[in-house]
């Protein structure tokens, strides 16, 4: 689940549609009861979640204010302007129906709001199964230029949704230590969340233990062949909780070591048992990387000439890409470790806001 500072157990009024039968304890049990948790990084991001729910029992929210309705046992809702909202959850199993009201009060104006930027597109990982209409599977394995060892499935093994989150599992299905020993996954929103401006925020857990490369980045083929990547982490379990962030262009991977443009971080703590905002602005005017907090700025690139697209391709759109690597020519420097295996990267969420 996100990280709250409060949890409000909220005893909504019910509104019953019965008969009066021994048949009514599905909807004594199926009540419009939820609680309320706010996210304690301040960003009102809101996540309401049904309480006592049956299999059959379906659940909808309206929040009101043109801020529309949704379904499911656990929402997060976003509200960027100071207010009070009346939230109500109705629950419905066969011709049974409670519901219930409770008004919530938002005390400040999100920092994105105060910023002008409004929320396009963010998945909290709340359903049972990862959004089809959001993210797709790229498999196969040997054919990402790096020299890796794992086989990228679709498989619910290596890919689901847990306690509110995206997990993404590297594991040892072979002998080890050889290409095809080991499964991943690694989804992208190619086709169907692409940006070419905006501020992503992904809050992530990363996979560890020496052989893994967990990363998230995007990647597009529009600026070609001009070269276009964005890599807002990289992480590799030998550089044990060390955070790289890489700037690719067709200019920067001429081999000069004074064209790239790359920054590490180091004092993040340990970042395979904690959690972190991993953040980038990318505005007409340069693109900026940071953790934990926009202000948090640690690599800017901004080229004075950005007319030629071998400097900077970022004109097109770009999708992201979410993965955990095993082995390959940087993950694998030394070698792979078989006893770090399962290993696991946790995506709390993404968000992308746009102005």
Known sequence: MKTFSQLIILYAALTAVSCGSSQDTALAKSNARFIVLNDSSGSNFITFEAQEVLPSTVCSWDFGQGLG????????????????????????????????????????????????????????????????????????????????????????????????????????????????????????????????????????????????WPAIWFYGTAAQPAY????????????????????????????????????????????????????????????EFYIDHPSNVYLT?????KSDPQIWPFNHDLYLILNVAVGGDWGGMYGVDDHAFPSEMEVDYVRIFKK
């Open 69 to 212: 309705t949704y379904e499911g046992k656990r929402v997060t809702r976003y509200f960027p302007k100071a207010g009070s909202y009346d939230i109500t959850l109705t629950m419905t199993d066969g011709k049974k129906k409670a519901t219930g009201t409770q008004t919530i009060h938002i005390q400040n104006d999100s920092w994105y709001e105060l910023q002008h930027e409004a929320l396009w597109w963010n998945d909290e990982f709340n359903g049972p199964e990862i959004d089809p209409q959001a993210w797709n599977y790229e498999t196969g394995i040997g054919k990402w230029g790096n020299h890796e060892w794992e086989n990228y499935t679709n498989s619910a093994e290596n890919s689901f949704i847990r306690d509110g989150k995206l997990v993404i599992k590297a594991i040892k299905t072979g002998v080890g230590q050889k290409i095809g020993d080991y499964t991943s996954a690694r989804l992208t929103t190619r086709g169907k969340k692409e940006i070419h401006r905006g501020r992503v925020e992904v809050r992530a857990k990363l996979a560890g233990g020496v052989g893994m």
């Open 228 to 287: 276009s990547e964005l890599d807002m982490m990289e992480y590799v379990g030998c550089d044990k909780n060390i955070i790289y962030t890489t700037v690719h262009t067709s200019h920067t991977l001429s081999g000069k070591p004074e064209d790239k443009i790359t920054a590490s971080v180091s004092n993040l703590g340990d970042v395979e048992k904690n959690f972190h905002v991993y953040g980038m602005n990318w505005t007409d005017q340069g693109i």
């Open 301 to 305: 690139f901004n080229p004075e000439d």
